[in-house]
């Protein structure tokens, strides 16, 4: 009988746990992934990077996602346009400097988690849905409490654990590793439309984010899938919210959301015959970070480690790159091979998310948001930058991973001039 009952356990069956499962299953490691809900579930995060599909197809996971993508209304995407004041910068996938993908997907989450955990399943990983992990002890070996929804509770064991459990943070919650985000609390409300749009000059094979006519740190996404439904959302700090709520009675987010959606240019003309079937969902005080991502016998993979802001969709991109480094890590010490989690995952994962976070910073200054309208910037500026929206932050060769700030500031000021 092995000593442990499992390799590896993974909190939480979202794109971290999968991908980081299905790796692992495939070099002979045994996995239990745990899942609180049953799937399929909802879950925000609808619009991929490029850079994504590189781990997709590293893990094996690709063919299935592109084979399921007509059925599951997955919409093709190859850009990026940005709205303001009356202008629009497209960015198109293809005119990118780092090698590699030059398309994606934006999916309902619902259907896209479901096919990577049932994916990871074939593979050979066990995954017990409808069931959280509620306690773990180390002993040194991590030892898990998982509760079902009956409410019984059992014990198992691995050799090592790892938290993909996304926004409920299991182990920073369990083992005290939270720390505030450096950005401030923003919010979000959002549904799925079917949108109606009909407009000819729409592009549905770009996500579209407006800014606020007044107010540069308000935000909206209108991302589109391909059987007529779109995911709608607005992101904003708590005051902007709260004042219509009490300005204009609002009970609803529904109602908020639509109030919110009533400010905008572009999108009140694209969804004015927009249906609302859907709840409409609200989230707050989703950026967040940890004082370390890795310890003794365990990892932290995706939301469960750091999370920066929906801006520029980067957080399943991040997900995914967290769970292949985390998962080469594992492969080599099951193999009896040295390690060294700080340089061969926090520091490699880190570096990507300190250009996404410097673009954060440069986003909600205003400077970036000039920027992506500067068209006259040389083409090979907007190459880089259009690398860097479709999440190729871990090529080195771009100069804009490689400093970002400065290079951020140099060509806000030529914007400026
Ligand atoms: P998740 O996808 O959150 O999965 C975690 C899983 O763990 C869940 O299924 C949960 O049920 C399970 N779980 C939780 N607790 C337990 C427990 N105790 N035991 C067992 N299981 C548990 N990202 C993008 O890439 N593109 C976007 O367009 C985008 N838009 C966003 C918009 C908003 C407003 C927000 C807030 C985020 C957005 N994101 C986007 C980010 C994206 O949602 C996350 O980064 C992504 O889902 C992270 O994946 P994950 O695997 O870490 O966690």
């Keep these: 009988k092995p000593q442990y009952d499992y390799d590896v356990i993974i909190i939480g069956a979202g794109p971290s746990g999968a991908l980081a499962a299905s790796r692992l299953v495939q070099q002979g490691i045994r996995v239990l992934m745990v899942e609180k809900q049953h799937f399929p ?23 299935a996602v592109e084979a399921a993508a007509d ?3 997955f919409q093709y995407k190859d850009g990026a346009a940005f709205y303001a004041s009356g202008q629009e910068s497209t960015f198109e996938f293809s005119k990118k400097f780092s ?3 030059e398309y994606t997907y934006q999916v309902k989450r619902a259907d896209f988690d479901h096919l990577l955990a049932t994916e990871a399943e074939r593979m050979g990983a066990e995954v ?31 050799q090592f654990v790892l938290d993909a459990s996304g926004f409920a943070r ?16 923003r919010g979000a409300v959002f549904t799925h439309v079917i949108d109606n ?10 996500i579209l984010i407006e800014t606020h006519p007044q107010d540069p740190d308000v935000w909206y996404w209108l991302i589109p899938f391909s059987d007529g439904t779109a995911s709608v959302g607005c992101v904003a700090q708590p005051d902007f919210l709260q004042k219509f709520e009490t300005e204009q009675n609002l009970d609803s987010s529904h109602e908020l959301l639509k109030i919110c959606l009533k400010q905008t240019q572009r999108f009140s003309q694209l969804l004015s015959n927009a249906e609302f079937p859907n709840k409409t969902q609200r989230i707050t005080g989703y950026s967040a970070n940890v004082k370390k991502l890795y310890g003794d016998h365990f990892a932290l993979l995706g939301n469960a480690g750091e999370f920066l802001d929906p801006i520029f969709s980067s957080g399943v991109t991040i997900a995914f790159k967290s769970a292949k480094l985390a998962s080469d890590c594992l492969v080599k010490q099951f193999n009896f091979e040295p390690v060294c989690w700080e340089t061969e995952f926090a520091e490699p994962l880190s570096s990507g998310v300190t250009t996404f976070k410097a673009f954060v910073n440069s986003w909600y200054d205003g400077q970036l948001q000039d920027i992506l309208q500067f068209k006259q910037a040389p083409d090979n500026i907007r190459e880089m930058i259009c690398s860097i929206l479709a999440g190729y932050v871990w090529d080195d060769n771009n100069p804009f991973n490689q400093a970002p700030h ?12």
């Excluded at 002890?137 to 509760?147: A, D, G, K, R, Y």
């Excluded at 299991?170 to 609390?185: A, C, G, K």
Aim: aromatic share 6%; net charge negative; charged share 20%.
């Design 41 to 63: 579930r909802f879950s925000i995060g609808e619009s991929l990077l490029p850079q994504s599909m590189v781990y997709l197809e590293q893990a094996n996971l690709l063919e």
């Design 71 to 73: 059925r599951l209304g």
């Design 99 to 101: 090698q590699g993908p």
């Design 128 to 158: 017990i849905y409808g069931s959280q992990v509620t306690a773990i002890q180390f002993s040194p070996t991590p030892v898990l409490t998982l509760c079902d929804e009956e409410g019984q509770s059992r014990t198992v064991t691995a």
């Design 170 to 185: 299991v182990l920073p919650r369990l083992l005290d590793l939270d720390l505030p985000s450096d950005f401030p609390v």
């Design 197 to 206: 749009i009909s407009d000819p000059s729409y592009d549905r094979n770009k």
């Design 406 to 417: 400065r290079r951020l500031n140099v060509i806000g000021e030529l914007c400026a001039s």
